[in-house]
Each structure stands twice: as C-alpha cells, then as structure tokens.
C-alpha cells in the first residue's frame, strides 16, 4: 500500500503586531465570549508548538486565558466520565480521527459547520473544499497529519556496524539485541505484527477483524514482549532512546524530529511502513453559549490557512489545508528546508500506511481489550 501525498510566534507585545494577528484570520470582536477555555492536548513538544502557534498569539490578541489539560491520550475515557457526571469542563479537545469517529457517533461532541465557522482559503475556497478528503466526520475539524514510525540508536556496538532498514527489524532480535518500546495500545503494533508475520499490506486489515487474524498479531509481538518497554506518552521513547533504555522504539516522528534535529542526539528515523494519521479538534456537545463562541472564535483563528502552515515551523506535520501546503517553509529556529522532514514526503511515505480510521472506530473497544489482557497475562 503506497502512499504520494504533496504537502509541501513568538509572544505578542506591541499593539500594531496583535492587530496584523487578527486581520491575518479575519477575527472580528468575539460577542458573548468566555474569558477562558480549556484546551486538551498532548503535552510535550506537540503542545509547546500549540501553545507557539495557537495560542499565545490568540491570547494577546483576544485578552483570553487559555487552561491547557494533557489528557490527550485519555481523552475519550475521560470525556464519556465528564458527560456521564454532567460536568464537562473542556471547551476544545486535541485527538485523533479515529477517536473522533467514535465520539461523534456516541453524540458526545458537536458536529461543525466548516463553512460557516472557519475562515476560507485565501483565494476564497470554501473551508469544507480545501481541507477534503481529510474531514472524515462531521465533527472533527483536521489540522495535520503526522506518522508513528520507529527512531533508533546509531552507536550500538552489539550491532556490529548494521542499522535497521525495514519495520520487521523490530522483531528481529538476534541482529538487532536490545530493548524496544512500543505504544501501550493495540493501534500499529497490530498491523506491524501482521506484516512481519506475512500477511499483504493490503489484506492486514481483512485479517485483524478475525480472531485468528488478531491472535496472530498477539502471538507475533509476544516474540518481542519481554524485551519490549511499553509507552503511554509521545516523548517517552525519545527520552528512553537518548537516555541509552531502549535502542529502537515507536513514537511520533514529530517527537524523533525532535531528539534527532533539535537536540542532536545520535538517533536516526525508520521509515520503513510509517502508519500516517490525522489529527484535529473536537469539542464537548451542548456547551454553554458563551463557550461554545469563544471555541468557534478560537478555531477560525487556529485553522486559518497560514496558522497551519506554520505549524511546519515547529514541527514536520503536514498541514491539513491544501491553501496551506505551498506556505510551507524553513523551520523558526533551525533554518532547515522542512519538506524533507515531512511524513507525508513521498520519498519517506513510498511504504507508509494511511491508518484506517473509519475500520479503528469499529473495533478500537474490543482490541483495547484483548491487548491490556494480553499485556497482562
């Protein structure tokens, strides 16, 4: 399964620079508005580059105070127990396709008026066109696509000189010795699992909706799970990788940019069947009036197409906006060409596999609960 995708803040003081801000998304005054909004992401370097690119320009722009909550990879658990409790406290919620799939079906989020809302491309394409084939439910509104894939160690002695050039490495632990960390959740270590057990790019998901097709996933990481660190949080294996704990290990690539670009630590990228995925936002169903105009007034701002283009600034995450894709650049502090960095490059994303969001929303429940058994046992 081939993938060819084209895709190519500083703090605000002064008076002048905030107006340049809100002429840049077409904010008008934002009547009958909360003064606060709580905003759930997923700490980290991700986060910090919300804060940079969203946030802190909309604050000083608008006066708001934004919460941040890094509840990210709880998100769906904890918005069901909010509603359930009558007590939702989150305006706006970072998360990825397939979770807001789920929770729209639930009705447990707003479905969104693309057009109406956000702001048009600059040429004046609608929002709802430029953005496409990437809004796969009525109530996400897409801002990036980023890949999971692999990073690992390129000062490993027991590997006498050899690197990992296919995925299937991972398993391989007599060329390869060593700890791994892999995500604590069924999501791409399943579809890795079967790959390297064989079964066609193409027919993994056919298999994994069979229980024979899932125990053959299980059985395939359970060659690896006693040298194999579990990780809940995007910058743990980046953590683990620098700090010598594991030699190879899953994460976002963002986060690998991160270790490798940034802080020059000797960490290379696997490419080899990166898993591509989109991100976005959702908001609770049924907030107040008052908050429910600032998230609107928030997210004109934040989708615009310029806001994600410059999320490339920080991070190599391809915008979700076509409009946006040829505003792409260098990165704010590195001064590095960012198009090499991208998940979605072609030359990075000739194996990788778009993950099936709408097949994930259908059985993402009963695998969550086959692995923490599995995990267990």
């Given at each position: 399964m081939r993938?060819?995708?084209?895709?190519?803040?500083?703090?605000?003081?002064?008076?002048?620079?905030?107006?340049?801000?809100?002429?840049?998304?077409?904010?008008a005054p934002c009547d009958n508005c909360a003064d606060t909004m709580t905003i759930v992401s997923w700490g980290g370097a991700y986060q910090a580059m919300q804060e940079k690119v969203f946030a802190e320009p909309y604050e000083a722009a608008t006066g708001v105070k934004i919460i941040w909550d890094e509840s990210g990879n709880e998100g769906v658990a904890k918005l069901r127990a909010q509603n359930e409790a009558g007590n939702v406290t989150w305006d706006l919620i970072d998360v990825l396709a397939a979770d807001a799939i789920?929770?729209?079906?639930?009705?447990?989020?707003?479905?969104?008026?693309?057009?109406?809302?956000?702001?048009?491309?600059?040429?004046?394409?609608?929002?709802?066109?430029?953005?496409?084939?990437?809004?796969?439910?009525?109530?996400?509104?897409?801002?990036?696509l980023y890949s999971t894939t692999f990073g690992y160690r390129t000062d490993v002695a027991d590997w006498k000189g050899a690197v990992p050039?296919?995925?299937?490495?991972?398993?391989?632990?007599?060329?390869?010795?060593?700890k791994r960390s892999l995500e604590k959740r069924p999501i791409n270590?399943?579809?890795?699992?079967?790959?390297?057990?064989?079964?066609?790019?193409?027919?993994?998901?056919?298999?994994?909706?069979?229980?024979?097709?899932?125990?053959?996933?299980?059985?395939?990481?359970?060659?690896?799970?006693?040298?194999?660190?579990w990780w809940s949080a995007g910058a743990e294996t980046p953590q683990l990788l620098a700090d010598k704990e594991v030699l190879i290990g899953s994460t976002y690539g963002n986060r690998l940019f991160s270790v490798i670009e940034e802080q020059k630590q000797p960490v290379a990228m696997l490419w080899?069947?990166?898993?591509?995925?989109?991100?976005?936002?959702?908001?609770?169903?049924?907030?107040?009036?008052?908050?429910?105009?600032?998230?609107?007034?928030?997210?004109?701002?934040?989708?615009?197409?310029?806001?994600?283009?410059?999320?490339?600034?920080?991070?190599?995450?391809g915008p979700a906006r076509a409009s946006s894709q040829p505003l792409v650049g260098k990165h704010a502090e590195l001064g590095i060409d960012m198009a090499p960095h991208m998940a979605t490059n072609p030359e990075n994303a000739k194996t990788g596999i778009l993950f099936n969001y709408g097949w994930w929303a259908d059985h993402r429940d009963e695998l969550d609960a086959k692995f923490q058994a599995w995990l267990g046992q």
């Open positions: 993938l060819a995708y084209i895709l190519g803040a500083v703090a605000l003081t002064a008076l002048p620079v905030i107006d340049a801000v809100a002429q840049e998304a077409d904010l789920r929770l729209c079906d639930e009705g447990l989020v707003a479905e969104v008026p693309f057009d109406e809302w956000l702001a048009p491309a600059p040429d004046g394409t609608v929002a709802s066109e430029d953005v496409g084939k990437y809004i796969v439910s009525q109530c996400f509104v897409p801002t990036n050039t296919s995925v299937c490495d991972i398993f391989d632990t007599e060329k390869f010795p060593g270590n399943l579809e890795w699992a079967l790959l390297c057990d064989g079964v066609a790019p193409d027919k993994i998901y056919d298999t994994l909706a069979t229980d024979e097709g899932a125990q053959k996933a299980f059985d395939k990481l359970a060659t690896i799970k006693d040298q194999t660190v080899d069947y990166e898993v591509l995925d989109i991100d976005g936002f959702v908001l609770p169903a049924d907030l107040p009036e008052d908050r429910l105009n600032r998230v609107r007034h928030f997210l004109r701002f934040a989708t615009s197409s310029q806001k994600l283009a410059d999320i490339s600034k920080y991070q190599p995450l």
